[in-house]
């Protein structure tokens, strides 16, 4: 394998506020302060970026110049569907206009995708989906979440769209909550432009096993992207990524791995109150001893131990590749 890219959401960069913090976490930042962070992270090569710009007088080319003078180059635009103005859905919304708004904001991330020559539009549709039992009639809600991306990928055959599912938040319920629903969705569109983006943290609080989801993914040839980050499964934390589970984190990238899929190791973490040039560092360093663990790992004895289900074999073998790596 060459080597390996390493990315972040922009996001990774921003400053945050909850529902006690709104006076947030820190001052408010401009994208061109948040691609500069970016660019003092050692070994990180792309971004994904949110559209539209908080600024609405920022160009694209006050952008490229400030990824360029940054090293970085663009993976994925993913609009914002999941704002106030898209609280009762972006694809699901019962109001044809607000429906329509969503697509024409999709289509216009689709051409900031072309500008940049970055890879996909990223749909992340948060308020689709329901709170309350009766809320909504559930087969309307699926078809149209589904006519949504479809009606996208049809618009745009030159481009890739993903879907980065999530089981909750903000809708209690989201229409694109697993890898096996996601998928189903996708099938059933029957479109070859459209596949998954595997959220690891998304997997791990949806109770999936992430190396499980990953190869469902590949093994429907959906898995056109993913985002590496950590939690402790009852909330999607967005920590450092192996900081909890850096066993399934290897698990996970070992079934990359071994079914030689090849992508962006992307971060998608919130360091609310943590720098974030070192969480993103930390992460990366970490992701880069998983990578020498993979080299180091004997995959033959692990196919061996694994055909016997010996667990303990197995996670013998992974510790000791994973854990003598620092």
Same mark, same amino acid.
């Given at each position: ?35 500069? !962070? +970016?660019? @003092?992270?050692? #070994? $990180?090569?792309? *971004?994904?970026?949110?559209? /539209? ?98 009606? !996208? +990928?049809? @618009?745009?055959? #030159? $481009?890739?769209? *993903?879907?980065?599912?999530? /089981? ?98 992307? !971060? ?8 974030? *040039? ?49």
């Amino acid at each position: 394998m060459g080597k390996q890219q390493f990315g972040a959401g922009i996001w990774h960069f921003a400053t945050y506020v909850d529902r006690y913090a709104t006076d947030g976490y820190g001052p408010p930042r401009t994208l061109i302060e948040m691609i500069d !962070l +970016a660019g @003092q992270v050692d #070994d $990180l090569l792309v *971004v994904d970026i949110n559209f /539209p710009f908080v600024d609405p007088d920022l160009s694209l080319d006050a952008v490229g110049k400030a990824l360029d003078r940054n090293g970085l180059s663009v993976i994925g635009i993913t609009p914002e569907i999941y704002t106030r103005r898209f609280a009762k859905g972006a694809f699901t919304n019962p109001d044809h206009g607000i429906r329509r708004l969503a697509n024409e904001m999709c289509n216009e991330a689709a051409d900031v995708v072309r500008h940049f020559g970055a890879k996909y539009v990223k749909l992340w549709p948060g308020q689709d989906g329901w709170d309350y039992p009766f809320q909504v009639d559930h087969k309307a809600v699926w078809q149209a979440s589904m006519d949504g991306i479809g009606e !996208l +990928a049809e @618009q745009n055959p #030159d $481009l890739q769209f *993903v879907i980065e599912y999530k /089981p909750r938040e903000p809708r209690v319920h989201m229409s694109y909550d697993s890898v096996s629903r996601t998928l189903l969705g996708i099938e059933k569109i029957g479109l070859p432009n459209i596949g998954i983006l595997l959220d690891f943290g998304h997997s791990l609080y949806g109770g999936e096993s992430p190396a499980d989801a990953a190869q469902l993914a590949i093994d429907h040839g959906r898995l056109f992207g993913m985002d590496v980050n950590d939690n402790f499964r009852s909330w999607d934390d967005d920590l450092i990524a192996g900081s909890v589970h850096p066993i399934e984190l290897f698990e996970f990238f070992y079934t990359l791995r071994k079914n030689n899929w090849e992508g962006v190791w992307q !971060l998608d973490q919130f360091p609310f109150r943590e720098d974030s *040039v070192a969480a993103a560092n930390s992460a990366i360093t970490f992701l880069k001893a998983i990578e020498t663990a993979l080299d180091r790992l004997d995959f033959d004895a692990m196919r061996e131990a694994q055909s016997r289900h010996d667990a303990v074999a197995a996670l013998n073998l992974a510790r000791k590749a994973l854990f003598s790596t620092f």
